[in-house]
C-alpha cells in the first residue's frame, strides 16, 4: 500500500471531520441502483401487499415522484485499493475520488450533469461522466440518455446478468413509469408489469472494439409477493462486426447461433429470475433463485449458471435488520455435474468477454467461481446504517483463461484460477452535523491472484456526500 493511498484515504477523513452535515430529498423520480436503505423500504412494503409493483428492477420507479426543483450534490473519497467484491450497496470505486453533480427535475423533464475527477483509475479513465442524464416522459413513458447504474434480479450480492459492477456504461433507455397492470381481461391477470430497453456502446480498448451492448427486462407480477423477470442483453457489432438493423433483429430472436465463427454476430445473455416475498408477522422474507444461459437452446437459455437465496428482516435492540443468505455458481452447468469452463461471460469472437472496463458487467465474482454470502444491513432510528457480508469463495476452472485485454493501461478484475477465499465485508454510514460519512473495509484470508496482478488482502475507504 502506497503513501499515496494513504493520503488520499487521509484527505478523505480530514474533510468528513471537518464538514457540517445538510440532507435533502433527491429529486430523481426513481430509487437508484445502489441504494440499501430504498430498497429495503420498498421491498418491505411490497413484501406486506402496501404497494403493488415488482422490486426486483433497479434503478426502481418511486410509487409517488418527487418534486419539481433543483438540487445537487458533492463526494470525496478515498481508497487504500478498489474492493474485489461489489454487491448492490454504494463504495467508493477507485483509489481517490472527487465528484460533483446537480440535478434538475420538471413535469416531462428531468437532467442531472455529475462529473467525477479520480486519481490512480484501474481503467485509465481520470475525468468521468457517470451519473448524467437526461430523460423526458410522456403518458407513461420514459426515454432517457446518460450513464446510469443498473441492476437486473433480486440478488443482494450478485446479480447473473446486469449490476453495478462495472461502471455504468453510456446508453440510451426507455421505461414505464407506472407498471400499473393491463385494464383489458385478457392481459390483466400477469398484474403490474414492467419493461425496460437500452443500446449503449462499449469502450474502443478491447478485442473488437467499439461494440455495442443492448438489453431488455420484462417484469411482472402475477400474484400477491410473485416477481418473474426475463433478462436478455447482447453484445454485437464493432469494428470490422456488422451492426445493421438487420443483425440487431436476428440477435433479439436469438436467430444468430452458428458454428462459424465469421457468422456470429452477437454475444447473447438469457436470464430468468423468481422471487417470492410475504409477510411474516410484523416482518418480511422472500426466496428467490436467478438461472441464466451463455447459449439457447428450444428458445430458452443453455449452459446455466444459477442463483438462490434467501432474505428476511428482523427488529433488534431498537433497530432494523435485513439479512439475506445467498448461493451462485457461474461455472455453466455445473449444478448438473457437468461444469464446462470458460463458457460463461466469454465469446469465441468478443474476446475481451462480457466486461466494461475491466469489470464484469454481471457478478464481482467473475466466471467459473461459485460463492456463498451471508449479509445483513442494520439500519438506527438516527440515520446510522452498518452493513456486514461474509462470502466464502471458490475460483475454479482451467489454469488458464482466453480472456484478453489489449490495454495494459487498464486492470482487469479478473482472478485467476484455484483459489479459495475468505472474504468479511463491512460498511457504515453515519450522517453528520454536514452531509453523510461513509467507511467501508475488505478483508481476505489471502490475496486474490487476478490475470495481470494481485488483490491486497485487505483494503479501506472513506467517503463524505453533500446533499443540497
Not at 29 to 34: I, L, M, N, V
Not at 267 to 294: C, K, P, W
Request: charged letters at 20%; one cysteine or more.
Amino acid at each position: 500500500m502506497s503513501s499515496k493511498h494513504w493520503m488520499l484515504v487521509g484527505g478523505a477523513v480530514a474533510c468528513l471531520i471537518g464538514n457540517p452535515a445538510h440532507n435533502a430529498a433527491q429529486a430523481a423520480p426513481w430509487a437508484e441502483t445502489g441504494n440499501v436503505h430504498d430498497r429495503v423500504m420498498l421491498q418491505r412494503q411490497a413484501d406486506r401487499g402496501q404497494i403493488d409493483r415488482t422490486v426486483t428492477t433497479w434503478p426502481m420507479m418511486r410509487p409517488a415522484n418527487a418534486g419539481e426543483g433543483l438540487s445537487g450534490h458533492f463526494s470525496v473519497s478515498g481508497a487504500t485499493e478498489p474492493a474485489f467484491l461489489r454487491g448492490f450497496g454504494q463504495q467508493p470505486r477507485e483509489s481517490g475520488e472527487l465528484s460533483a453533480g446537480a440535478e434538475w427535475q420538471s413535469d416531462h423533464v428531468i437532467a442531472r450533469l455529475q462529473a467525477t475527477a479520480v486519481a490512480d483509475p484501474e481503467d485509465d479513465q481520470p475525468v468521468r461522466g457517470d451519473g448524467s442524464y437526461l430523460a423526458g416522459m410522456a403518458g407513461n413513458w420514459m426515454l432517457g440518455a446518460g450513464y446510469i447504474d443498473r441492476w437486473w434480479g433480486p440478488g443482494w450480492q450478485s446479480s447473473l446478468i446486469l449490476s453495478n459492477n462495472a461502471r455504468p456504461v453510456p446508453a440510451v433507455w426507455f421505461n414505464r413509469r407506472d407498471p400499473k397492470a393491463f385494464e383489458t381481461p385478457w392481459l390483466s391477470w400477469i398484474g403490474p408489469w414492467q419493461i425496460t430497453a437500452f443500446v449503449g456502446q462499449l469502450e474502443e480498448e478491447r478485442a473488437v472494439p467499439d461494440p455495442y451492448l443492448a438489453g431488455m427486462r420484462l417484469t411482472f407480477r402475477p400474484l400477491d409477493g410473485l416477481d418473474i423477470g426475463f433478462s436478455r442483453t447482447f453484445v454485437i457489432g464493432g469494428e470490422g462486426r456488422s451492426s445493421s438493423p438487420g443483425t440487431f433483429w436476428d440477435a433479439f430472436i436469438g436467430d444468430d447461433n452458428t458454428d462459424d465463427p465469421d457468422d456470429d454476430p452477437s454475444n447473447q445473455l438469457g436470464a430468468i429470475d423468481i422471487r417470492y416475498g410475504f409477510a411474516i408477522g410484523d416482518h418480511t422474507a422472500s426466496v428467490y433463485t436467478q438461472m441464466m444461459g451463455e447459449d439457447e437452446a428450444g428458445a430458452l437459455p443453455s449452459r446455466k449458471s444459477w442463483m438462490f437465496g434467501v432474505d428476511w428482516t428482523t427488529a433488534m435492540a431498537g433497530m432494523d435488520q435485513q439479512w439475506y443468505l445467498e448461493a451462485t455458481d457461474t461455472l455453466a452447468d455445473n449444478l448438473t455435474g457437468s461444469g464446462m469452463p470458460d463458457i460463461t461471460y466469454e465469446h469465441r469472437v468478443y474476446l475481451t468477454g462480457y466486461r466494461y472496463r475491466g469489470r464484469n458487467l454481471a457478478t464481482s465474482i467473475e466466471a467459473d467461481s461459485q460463492a456463498v454470502t451471508l449479509g445483513m444491513y442494520n439500519f438506527s432510528q438516527q440515520g446510522q446504517q452498518l452493513g456486514l457480508a461474509l462470502t466464502w469463495l471458490d475460483l475454479t476452472g482451467k489454469d488458464d483463461t482466453r480472456v484478453i485485454n489489449p490495454d495494459p493501461d487498464i486492470r482487469y478484475s479478473v482472478p485467476g484460477r484455484d483459489q479459495e477465499r475468505l472474504v468479511l465485508s463491512a460498511s457504515f454510514q453515519q450522517p453528520l452535523p454536514v452531509g453523510t460519512l461513509g467507511l467501508y473495509t475488505e478483508l481476505m484470508d489471502d490475496e486474490i491472484e487476478l490475470i495481470d496482478g494481485e488483490r491486497d488482502q485487505w483494503s479501506a475507504a472513506a467517503s463524505w456526500t453533500l446533499s443540497f
